[in-house]
């Protein structure tokens, strides 16, 4: 079991780091247990309760122990978390209690970027389902190559596209260096799929829209726009019966 000094101190960390959290957020429970050499110690396990995924485990020795790198003896203490900084699950190991709470405070920065990307990746999952359907309509397609008029048209559309994507860039990017980086990636990928007009077929170039939205679509919105303005370019190829 842990002291009431530790589990106040790991409170404070949970509840007090980001305003984003609060202590309520978190289950905390401690345990006796055994350390990997046999001998007592105590395990204490934090799960976020809006995510149960997301939880961070630690086995605390019984005694200190010295260490090269380390003069005066401290824990030496087993952490495993979920996420991680990479992978899904991690496994580490500190020295000390104050090495202790700032994993903590590292893992509740994870667990925050985790919890933010939900909503996101829900919506992208939409945008993706409307894109399979546009998707299962390739086969209606006349594999044919666009005439020059048709080229033509396509490319003045897509310029003006390119202006109403510049805008809601612009609208749904604070960050100005994130905000250049995304515009200058549009700007390339959109003359890109300009200068393929007359290089594909009909369906080539569909499939090549359908890509260019994946590519320029960093956030939901713009994403939006990009597979409406899609579907309406598909409608032009698509043969008169089925359009």
């Given at each position: 079991m842990l002291s009431n000094d530790l589990t106040a101190q790991i409170n404070g960390v949970l509840g007090g780091s980001d305003p984003?959290?609060?202590?309520?957020?978190?289950?905390?429970?401690?345990?006796?247990?055994?350390t990997r050499n046999g001998t007592p110690g105590g395990e204490v396990q934090i799960v976020y309760r809006h995510l149960s995924d997301c939880n961070f485990t630690a086995l605390i020795p019984g005694e200190k122990?010295?260490?090269?790198?380390q003069y005066d003896p401290d824990y030496d203490i087993t952490v495993r978390t979920r996420p991680g900084?990479?992978?899904?699950?991690?496994?580490?190991?500190?020295?000390?209690?104050?090495y202790l709470?700032?994993?903590?405070?590292?893992?509740?920065?994870i667990v925050k970027t985790e919890a933010s990307a939900i909503?996101?990746?829900?919506?992208?999952?939409?945008?993706?389902?409307?894109?399979?359907?546009v998707a299962a309509r390739f086969d209606t397609i006349e594999d044919e190559y666009l005439t020059r008029e048709?080229?033509?048209?396509?490319?003045?559309r897509l310029t003006t596209l390119e202006g109403q994507f510049e805008a809601k860039i612009v609208e749904m990017t604070r960050d100005e260096q994130e905000r250049e980086k995304q515009l200058k990636h549009l700007h390339a990928e959109?003359?890109?799929?300009?200068?393929q007009l007359q290089t594909f077929t009909k369906s080539g170039i569909v499939r090549r829209m359908m890509a260019t939205i994946f590519k320029i679509g960093r956030n939901p919105a713009?994403?939006?726009?990009?597979?409406?303005?899609?579907?309406?370019?598909?409608d032009k190829l698509l043969p008169p019966h089925s359009g």
């Open positions: 984003y959290f609060a202590a309520a957020d978190f289950a905390v429970t401690s345990s006796r247990s055994k122990t010295k260490n090269e790198q900084r990479a992978l899904r699950e991690e496994m580490l190991r500190v020295r000390g209690t104050s709470l700032r994993e903590i405070a590292e893992w509740l920065t909503p996101i990746n829900r919506e992208m999952e939409r945008q993706r389902a409307r894109i399979d359907e048709e080229a033509e048209a396509l490319s003045e959109l003359e890109t799929l300009r200068g713009v994403q939006k726009l990009a597979l409406e303005a899609a579907e309406k370019g598909i």
